[in-house]
């Protein structure tokens, strides 16, 4: 899932310094997983930003709502009534989210509230790990399950570096090499003889962001 962390605080409160009446909105998914931006912690965020205006005698008043998903128009919509009652939108959802409804509200202004990271894995309670930059171009079946694109320090397609040692990243040190993690699920698989396969460089220029936004369309669901 898309993994967040909260801006800081003082950053937040300089956005917010010209407004007196504010939304607040959170997200009921990746972000709440992580807990960035749900509704517990648009919450505590909300509580601390009403306090801190206080403190300087410029009270600040905050309307909550924390749609399912707010990279969804139809969740995002669920916010329309509340928009005409503020000056300003803080949504602590995903950089995604943020542009959701600065399409679906293009009059009021909207400000991120977390700094968007990475697609991740929970790998302890309170730690997240980066495990795909969604590439468009999944090569997965090929390296056993574990991507060399987010998890190799290099990128490298085929096989690790010189530099890794005792398992470990060149760059990295504390890090796992991601071709030695390859290599060792691939033999407990029996499946080595794919690592003789040789991978072909990626498409960068087609799957880059080189030609501005990409899209999928799926015919059969459009309406």
């Known amino acids: 899932m898309i993994k967040a962390e909260q801006k800081p605080f003082e950053e937040i409160l300089e956005y917010l310094a010209p407004y007196n009446k504010i939304l607040l909105s959170g997200c009921g998914a990746c972000v709440t997983v992580c807990h960035a931006g749900g509704e517990k912690e648009g919450a505590l965020l909300a509580s601390a930003l009403r306090m801190a205006r206080q403190k300087i005698g410029k009270p600040l008043e905050i309307l909550e709502s ?25 949504s ?4 995604v989210g943020v542009q959701t ?8 202004q909207i400000f ?4 968007t990271t990475f697609l991740g894995e929970t790998v302890a309670h309170g730690v997240w790990e980066e495990r795909c930059q969604a590439c468009g171009d999944c ?7 574990i991507c060399p694109i987010a998890r190799c320090a290099k990128q490298l397609l085929n096989g690790p570096c010189g530099g890794s040692s005792n398992g470990k990243c060149e760059i990295k040190r504390e890090t796992d090499c991601a071709w030695q993690l390859i290599y060792d699920r691939s033999k407990s698989l029996g499946q080595l003889h794919r690592l003789t ?3 072909p460089a990626k ?21």
């Open 139 to 145: 090569i997965l079946e090929k390296t056993a399950g």
């Open 92 to 95: 602590v959802s995903c950089g």
């Open 112 to 115: 991120p509230g977390v700094n």
């Open 203 to 223: 498409q960068w220029g087609v799957q880059s962001r080189d030609s501005g936004p990409r899209r999928i369309v799926r015919e059969d669901l459009k309406v």
């Open 101 to 108: 409804l600065a399409r679906h509200f293009p009059a009021t």
């Open 197 to 199: 396969e040789i991978i």
């Open 66 to 90: 924390t749609p399912a998903r707010q990279c969804e128009p139809e969740f995002a919509q669920e916010l329309s009534d509340t928009i005409g009652r503020v000056q300003a939108i803080l």
